[in-house]
C-alpha cells in the first residue's frame, strides 16, 4: 500500500510572516506522518524559517527548485547541499513553470534528481503535457519520454523512492481538472513505464501525484483512483484550513 503524498507548491506567493502564520496554523493539525505525508513547497527566502517553525511536527518542507552542482559559479542558484543543511526534506524538480519559463530541459532534471538523492533529499519529478499535445493524442509518449529521461541512471532503489507528479500544463491554474479517468489513465501508463523501463518492484514503489486544478472539492474523486497516490497542489494550497482538508483526504 503506498502512502499518499499530499503537497503545497506555493510558487511565488506570500511574505515571510504569512508563511510562518500558515504552518503555525497547520503543524498541529495534520494527520500523523504514518498516515499521509505532508508538505509545503516554499519559496528559497522562507525555507530556513519554516523549517525551524514546523520542527517537531508532521509538516515537511520542500523547495520548488535547485541547482545540480554542489556548488560553483551560478549566481542566483541554490544547491542541493544549501537545501539539505537547512534541513530541508523535499525538492520539484521539472514543474512546467520551469520548463516553459527557465529553459529546463529533460537533461537537467535528470542531472537535478541525481544530485537530490547524492544529497538524501526526495525529489518530485513533474512531466506533463500542453492542450495541444492532448488533442494531438501525444500525451502518453511525451509523458514516457520525460519519465524515463528524468530516471535514466537512477538505481532501482532511487527509483522507488522518487515521486513523479503528472501535471497536465492546461490543468494548472485554469481551473480545468482532467477528469478522475483522464488523470488516472496516464499515472496507470507512467507506472507501466517504470516498470518497462526499471522493474515491476519499482513500478510498485513509486508514488504518482496528480496535480492541476487539485481542490478540497475534488480531490477525494481523484484519490479513489488505482495509480493516484497524492496531490501535488497550487492555489488550494495557500490557504491553511484548504490545505488541511487536502491533507486529510490523503490520510483516509
Not at 9 to 36: C, R, S, Y
Not at 57 to 80: R, W, Y
Not at 185 to 212: F, L, M, P, T, W
Request: with cysteine.
Amino acid at each position: 500500500m503506498r502512502k499518499k503524498v499530499i503537497a503545497g507548491n506555493w510558487k511565488m506567493n506570500k511574505v515571510l510572516k504569512e508563511a510562518e502564520q500558515f504552518v503555525a496554523d497547520t503543524k498541529d493539525k495534520i494527520p500523523g506522518h504514518d498516515a499521509v505525508e505532508s508538505v509545503v513547497c516554499a519559496p528559497f527566502p522562507f525555507l530556513a524559517t519554516l523549517v525551524e517553525k514546523a520542527a517537531g511536527s508532521d509538516l515537511k518542507i520542500a523547495a520548488q527548485n535547485m541547482h545540480f552542482e554542489d556548488n560553483g559559479a551560478f549566481t542566483g542558484e541554490v544547491s542541493p547541499v544549501m537545501l539539505k543543511d537547512l534541513g530541508v526534506s523535499y525538492v520539484v524538480l521539472g514543474h512546467s513553470e520551469r520548463r516553459e519559463y527557465f529553459a529546463e530541459t529533460d537533461e537537467t532534471v535528470n542531472q537535478k534528481t541525481k544530485a537530490a538523492f547524492n544529497h538524501g533529499l526526495t525529489p518530485i519529478v513533474c512531466v506533463g503535457e500542453t492542450l495541444e499535445q492532448r488533442e494531438n493524442n501525444e500525451t502518453m509518449a511525451l509523458v514516457e519520454d520525460q519519465v524515463k529521461k528524468a530516471l535514466a541512471d537512477l538505481t532501482e532503489e532511487q527509483v522507488k523512492a522518487t515521486i513523479i507528479a503528472y501535471e497536465p500544463i492546461w490543468a494548472i491554474g485554469t481551473g480545468k481538472t482532467a477528469t478522475s479517468e483522464q488523470a488516472n489513465e496516464v499515472c496507470a501508463h507512467i507506472r507501466n513505464v517504470v516498470k518497462a523501463a526499471v522493474s515491476a518492484d519499482a513500478a510498485e514503489a513509486v508514488r504518482i501525484q496528480y496535480g492541476g486544478s487539485v481542490k478540497p472539492a475534488n480531490v477525494d474523486e481523484l484519490l479513489a483512483q488505482s495509480d493516484i497516490d497524492g496531490a501535488l497542489v497550487g492555489g488550494a494550497s495557500l490557504e491553511a484550513e484548504s490545505f488541511l482538508a487536502l491533507v486529510e483526504a490523503g490520510a483516509k
